[in-house]
Nanobody, 126 residues
Framework: DVQLQASGGGLVQAGGSLKLSCAAS????????IGWFRQAPGKEREAVSC????????FYADSVKGRFTISKDNAKSTVYLQMNSLKPEDTAVYYC???????????????????WGQGTLVTVSS
């Protein structure tokens, strides 16, 4: 079975940092694109970042560029999202997702991801 386990969320003050982790199992990790999405209360889920498979290309939403950094550890089948300079508007449930057939997919298209983790809550206080 494919499992994506997101962790690392919590409560942080504005300007602070958090590091999210997404541990994957049941997939060929280095052939899979992993994306992070978030859903704030009352809003639609939106794409945050993505890291491609073996070529390790990264993508970011404009709202997080320069503040968030995505990385991966193939040996641990884990993707990380380092979030710095957090703002109250970053408050959301963060989900990681796997695109096991990434060729031709658009990184921010949620329909391209076949597996989703359970989400981890990030709350940024002002």
């Amino acid at each position: 079975d494919v499992q994506l386990q997101a962790s690392g969320g919590g409560l942080v003050q504005a300007g602070g940092s958090l590091k999210l982790s997404c541990a994957a199992s049941g997939i060929i990790f280095d052939e899979t694109d992993i994306g992070w999405f978030r859903q704030a209360p009352g809003k639609e889920r939106e794409a945050v970042s993505c890291i491609s498979n073996s070529y390790v290309t990264t993508f970011y939403a404009d709202s997080v560029k320069g503040r968030f950094t995505i990385s991966k550890d193939n040996a641990k089948s884990t993707v990380y999202l380092q979030m710095n300079s957090l703002k109250p508007e970053d408050t959301a449930v963060y989900y990681c997702a796997a695109d096991t057939l990434p060729y031709g997919s658009t990184w921010y298209d949620q329909n391209g991801y076949d597996y989703w983790g359970q989400g981890t809550l990030v709350t940024v206080s002002s």
